[in-house]
């Protein structure tokens, strides 16, 4: 499988392609039995079971295997299973593309008689969410329609279609009373007519005083096997939301060849349009090729539903859906693959749905735009980086609108006295909630909801605003605007200056709006600040003191979200005795972290080039944290981590979830590469002391870079010609 088979594990399930459908059940019963019985995810909609596979002899009698070996790859999850001491089956799981799940056998009888059996590809879905009427059958396979009730209480009918390539011997549909939902064959009422039967009948039978209960599903498939031959099984599910629009037109799942080779050649496929990255550090290595995957399982078409563009979703489970506080770190990430529509279609994704007012939505979904949220994001920022990386004058022009719109609306309603600092009025829509930061402003904000009860003026959602202001200013369409948004950003870096540093603390704090004091809280987003020019070399001075210091920010796995003397921090995870699944008291983000490293880069660059060890060992920890057992083989990527031990929340059950940038901090900090649009790009690698870092195709403005650094030196090729040499510690700029 190429270079993506360097993410082969034996302790992985997800199974996905990046067209909105993901079998990746968070907390899995039956991963390890034949089929997809546990939910998958079609966007934010549950769906499930889908299926399960049962060998059943000519009595009707089947075992429920547990598989003895798992192996996975992003493409293929293979597992091998034995019914009895003369049947071995292997099964390859895989996700061929067009919502497609397939469950492809190989059965291999090693005994010294001949055997007969059908196998049985089924499904038990809810009776009340399935249209009766819907479920059909023909020579090519079974349909039915089912109802997803998403967590809005939103309803969407799904055509499950399913098939078994080379056709099926008997199918039936039946109606039951619940039973015990599990992949049983003996509990199903296939099982009951079995020994009469020898298989499935042909037949419906639908009908029932009431919708309650199970609809079960079935198509068999005879198989003898010899002494010492092996049959092959094919069997698939197509997921298909109806009533919206779809990025293709099959109606029909199609059964070709090995679904399994066929997903492997989409993900070198994939693979291929992506800059390749390596160095002396074994974590970095495996994590590059490890976010790469993340990204394209949770990734969305254009053309689906509400998604216009390709965009890529948060996470697996209920997060499988574009998330506005997770769209700048999906936008900086992806702006390296070679084709730029992935990287605007993570903006577009909201600025298609801004609403009347400016505002943007913080999900948006498959099907509706209902409750959406609002969360605050570095939008100025994110535009910016994919322009830099991606120059292009029209899609900047059709944004520019937009991004003024949504600034407008954020400076007249969330500052409405003309401070020059943003309003945070409830504790979710910053994506942090738990925290002293909200309790200094009011005790009970741990109570609240998305009820916008509170008023904060908080450093994270002033610093957005700023760098927002700034960009707009920056691309300007006339000298009106340019004077606008100059005005709005300096009135902003005064404030951030001003009122919101605390000299004798020597932090920025956030503000409370109703005494006009600084909160004197510390908390992780206190030093986003250093992500700017907001900062001079009295704020630099004092960074260090409390970053740095062990007793505070820089613990074993730096940097926790609140420092440790806060009075409230807890790294357990405990909010006021409480195991909670989202705090932000003393658990250490990724999503904060991938802000951190920057500033830390910037400050490094910029004022105290002394601290790029403390970089170094910020980078490398963060890196290191996110893999299980300090395994550079089993990378992962949880939403939060121990401070001290660096442990993952696996209590949350939601791994691979893309709420931070990884790749891009290696590009630009350790590959030095720092992409300037249609100016060039300068090339300004940090010391990380590796025998050698090697970037080979990054694309910047349709050119194609390739770095090396080795003993102290870079070197930079554009389209293949070299462009020039350097010494660490001195930036060289390229200029197209």
Known sequence: MGTLALLGRGDKWYVGTGDGLVWAPPFPVWHDT??????????QHAVGPLFTVSFVGADGASAVPRARRMAWTPAVLELEYRLDPALVLVERRSAPGGRVLASEWTVRNTGRRALALHAVVWTALDGERVDAGSV??????????????????????????YAIAGGHDGWAAYRSEASGRIPDF????????????????????????????????????????????????????????????APDGATRPAVVGAPSRQAVRSWDAYAGRLPTFRCSNPFFNRYWWYRWYGLRLNAVPGGLGQFRHPSVCEGIGYFHQPISYSAMCHAREVRWAHDPAWARGVIDT???????????????????????????????????????????????????????????????TRDREGSGMIDVVDQYETGQEYMSRYQAVDPDADRYGWENRIRLKGVDVTVYAYRLYRFLETHAPDPAALERWRTRAERTRDAIRGRMWNPDQGMFNDVNPATGERTGVKAA?????????????????????HLFDAGQFWTPYPVPSSSADDPLFNPDAEWKGKRHVCPWNGRVWPMTNSHLVDALARVVRHHRSEWALHLVELLESFVRMMTFDQDPARPNCFEHYHPITGRPSRYRGIDDYQHSWVNDLMIRHVAGLLPAGERGVIVDPLPFGYELVELKGAVVAGRRIDVRVSGGRFRVRVDGREAGRGRLGEPLEVVW
Request: hydrophobic share 40%; aromatic share 12%.
């Open 34 to 43: 034949p089929g997809f019985w546990d939910d998958a995810h079609l966007a």
């Open 136 to 161: 059909s059958a023909d020579a090519a396979g079974a349909r039915l329609e089912y109802v997803a009730i998403d967590r809005k209480g939103e309803r969407r009918p799904m055509s499950l279609e």
């Open 186 to 245: 003996h509990l199903t009422p296939f099982y009951d007519r079995w020994p009469a039967a020898g298989g499935l009948r042909n037949e419906a039978r639908l009908a029932g005083l009431d919708a309650r209960g199970l609809v079960y599903l079935g198509l068999a498939r005879r198989l003898r096997l010899r002494p010492g031959a092996t049959a092959r099984l094919v069997a698939i599910v197509r997921v298909t939301p109806l009533g919206i629009p």
């Open 350 to 412: 909201f600025f298609d749905h801004q609403r009347e007012d400016g505002s943007l939505p913080g999900r948006v979904y498959l099907d509706h735009l209902r409750e959406t949220d609002f969360y605050h994001a570095d939008w100025g920022r994110a535009v910016a980086d994919v322009l830099a990386v991606h120059p292009d004058d029209r899609w900047l022009r059709r944004l520019y609108p937009k991004l003024a719109r949504y600034a407008e609306w954020l400076a007249t």
């Open 525 to 545: 987003v206190c030093f986003y600040p250093f992500l700017t020019d907001l900062v001079t070399e009295e704020h630099v001075g004092e960074l260090g003191r």
